[in-house]
């Protein structure tokens, strides 16, 4: 098990490993609002930033102010930090373990989300944000929402995740250290691109019940 208590995710501070379920690891974690509450870090490294008390707080105020803000960038935001620069993140290999930096403005502690924010402004329904150039840093001149499908045509090699049944080709990804089945296509390239963009979600802080709706979305 690996000690994330030198860690800080967003709000939230690890204090102790508190207990392990099959393969999540929950901490006990002290939120900036002083509340402490148990969190397991996955939820973590997949952007959970703050406590539920904070985030019922933000999501209030969301509904107010604008549907698409606060919470929802601040995952995309959190989880490009932490792909970044923790060597936790899942991701981590691809992004910081090969040189990937955000710029030193949106990395800023104090004033980098906002600054990501007004950069980039708010992410329209089904995009995620891209890289123009893939081997290029996080930066606001290298950084755009994108479809999913644009995202595809510009990625980084995949691993294979599909596999031939016969007559169809399934998709699937592999995360928690389990086989998670995609859907099935006709074609392989089909059944790839599924899985590149399953990954690439994934990356995103999405959750995998959302993105098989996504997928199911897309074959209709
Ligand atoms: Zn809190």
Not at 17 to 38: H, N
Not at 101 to 121: A, H, L, P, R, T
Request: proline share 2%.
């Amino acid at each position: 098990m690996i000690d994330i208590s030198k860690f800080t995710y967003g709000r939230l501070k690890p204090l102790k490993f508190v207990y392990r379920s099959g393969t999540s690891y929950y901490w006990l974690v002290k939120c900036e609002c002083g509340s402490e509450t148990i969190i397991s870090k996955s939820n973590m490294s997949r952007g959970q930033s703050e406590c539920g008390r904070c985030s019922r707080k933000t999501s209030g105020k969301k509904r107010v102010v604008n549907h698409s803000f606060g919470h929802e960038l601040k995952s995309t935001y959190y989880a490009m930090i932490y792909r970044c620069t923790s060597p936790l993140d899942r991701s981590f290999s691809r992004y910081g373990g090969r040189g990937i930096k955000v710029c030193e403005e949106w990395s800023d502690k104090e004033k980098g989300f906002k600054s990501f924010v007004n950069s980039m402004g708010n992410r329209p329904k089904g995009y995620t944000l891209d890289r123009i150039d893939v081997n290029g840093d996080y930066e606001p001149e290298n950084c755009r929402w994108a479809s999913r499908y644009t995202q595809n045509t510009n990625k980084q090699k995949q691993p294979r995740n599909v596999c031939f049944s016969g007559r169809k080709w399934a998709a699937y990804i592999v995360r928690d250290y389990k086989k998670h089945h995609l859907g099935t296509y006709n074609t392989e390239s089909q059944a790839l691109t599924a899985s590149a963009s399953a990954a690439e979600m994934y990356s995103q802080g999405i959750t995998l019940t959302e993105i098989k709706k996504e997928l199911k979305e897309r074959i209709k």
